[in-house]
């Protein structure tokens, strides 16, 4: 009996030490685990134990070494995301004041833990899965409040809130159809890589975290000036803007409120520990509205899981997966594939064969201008530079998607109208249309055209030739300015808007 005792205690504790507190996909895999090494900006994951003949008992020392995992898994995401923090605490006056900002404002930690809850369970899985501490789930608290729409003054855009520049370097797609910095899994792949990378250049979180905020090179430089001082190279020793001064505490302090709730008397809306969404493959492309319709979704729901798409239509070239409400994804499916009242788009993609006007463009495309404008984000006094990619309506006889080249590379190109003003200039000895045109830099074709005759055609002295002159909107006078052909030039005519040709 005492044998039969012995070996059912070693099978629980084995069995208890193999349990995992989170769901299936955040156990590490045995193929990836690595007893001696793990990539930069992860915590070390122990090998997996694949037992390869009987069981046998171990002692109590060793069952404390391999960290037994609770058997009970987490209440809801937030306890999941307490039991994963790891990073050091910071403590000071800045945490505090931080803290109390927030607890004196339920209304804002209320709209931005609702806003969570679509997308806090995908970010923890992936944070798991990389062995990266859980309180950096809590980040776009601090960065967008959540709001995958959210656009800086430096024009971040997103919940992760991106510049330009660094996220074409982590891979996210900006172009005319969407912009992968609102991306929900885009983005939140390209923050934790880019945290990965910063945890590895300088083996602190806090200091990747100001990374992350103020640049990986003033951190470089401001740890280089302490070094050099002799002084600390910590967080809190470095000299440093006052938004980056404020970021970690900002973080401290939503980590101590989700720690602990009740000492701040605040109110976290329940979170489950399961999927919010799933992805759903796009075949064709489609009109986001139809797709809202289809899998049963407000259309304000979709857009908030489906932010990159920034234009009324989804192209499967480009896009070729939406994020659904996890039990609106089979609605969609079936819907999809008994849709029968005509095209699933109602739009597709024009490419200007020329540089033209936004009027001239909306006349070929059978646009009013004004709504041309509005669905391609066109401001005033602006031309369409050859090459662009507009959206325009798609014809009933269209029945061909946009290609992955367009969908993938349209980008929208432009540049300010040209207001001219007509202007006659007498025409000297031997003056000909390409003598004119060269002297005010314009093209010999307009000059001929403007004065109706040939291109090879030449004046004879004195001759007015009529010229269509660039004047400033603000400052145009009858007057040519300093150091130019047109000083020659006399007064006459409104200034006209024409099209570069």
């Known amino acids: 009996m005492k044998l039969l005792h012995i070996a059912c205690m070693a099978t629980l ?23 001696t090494s793990s990539p930069p900006g992860t915590t070390a994951q122990r090998p997996a134990i694949i037992p390869g003949g009987p069981l046998q008992p171990i002692t109590a020392a060793e069952a404390a070494s391999l960290g037994v995992a609770r058997l009970a898994p987490p209440a809801d995401l937030w306890e999941r995301i307490r039991r994963g923090f790891a990073m050091p605490n910071l403590e000071g006056d800045l945490v505090r004041d931080r803290e109390q900002w927030y607890a004196s404002r339920p209304d804002y930690i209320q709209r931005m833990t609702e806003r969570s809850s679509k997308y806090l369970f995908h970010i923890v899985e992936e944070l798991e899965r990389r062995g990266m501490p859980s309180e950096l789930a809590l980040l776009p608290f601090i960065e967008s409040a959540f709001n995958p729409q959210a656009v800086s003054s430096a024009k971040a855009a997103g919940m992760w809130q991106f510049i330009p520049s660094t996220g074409k370097h982590f891979d996210l797609k900006q172009n005319v159809f969407r912009d992968d910095r609102r ?15 910063l945890y590895g250049m300088f083996g602190d979180w806090q200091l990747a975290l100001a990374a992350y905020n103020w640049g990986e090179g003033n951190v470089g430089r401001a740890i280089a000036r302490n070094q050099r001082a002799g002084l600390g190279t910590g967080y809190a020793d470095l000299n440093m803007p006052a938004e980056t001064r404020l970021y970690v505490p900002k973080l401290q302090a939503v980590k101590n409120i ?21 992805s759903v493959l796009v075949t064709r492309d489609i009109d986001v ?75 070929r495309v059978g646009m009013s201008e004004g709504d041309l404008r509005s669905v391609n984000s066109i401001p005033p006094r602006m031309l369409i530079k050859t090459g662009s990619t507009l959206l325009v ?80 909107l603000k400052t145009a006078t009858a007057r040519a300015p300093a150091k130019s052909p047109a000083r020659y030039a006399k007064r006459g005519g409104k200034p006209t808007r024409v099209v570069k040709r």
């Open 183 to 197: 991306d929900v899994l885009a983005s939140t792949r390209a923050a934790l890589d880019y945290l990965q990378k």
């Open 393 to 472: 309506p798609r014809s009933v006889k269209t029945q061909d998607d946009v290609t992955e080249h367009v969908a993938e590379n349209g980008q929208l190109n432009l540049a300010p109208e040209i207001i001219t003003r007509r202007t006659v200039v007498k025409a000297g000895k031997r003056d000909t249309v390409a003598s004119i045109a060269k002297r005010y830099r314009l093209s010999a074709a307009s000059v001929a055209e403007w004065n109706d005759v040939k291109a090879t055609s030449s004046f004879h002295a004195g001759q007015q030739v009529v010229v269509f002159l660039p004047v400033k």
């Open 289 to 363: 509205a139809l797709a809202a319709r289809l899998a049963d979704v407000k259309i304000e729901d979709f857009k908030a899981l489906n932010p990159s798409a920034h234009r009324p239509v989804i192209l499967a070239a480009g896009t070729p997966q939406i994020l659904l409400p996890w039990d609106n994804a089979a609605v969609f499916q079936r819907n999809f594939e008994a849709y029968s009242q005509g095209q699933y788009a109602s739009w597709t993609a024009w490419t200007a064969p020329a540089t033209m006007s936004v009027s001239e463009a909306a006349r």
């Open 13 to 35: 504790l084995w069995l208890a030490g193999c349990a995992s507190t989170g769901t299936p996909s955040s156990v590490p895999s045995p193929v990836l685990a690595s007893p």
């Open 258 to 278: 989700v720690a602990s709730p009740q000492s701040y008397r605040a109110e976290l809306p329940l979170i489950e520990n399961h999927p919010y969404f799933q």
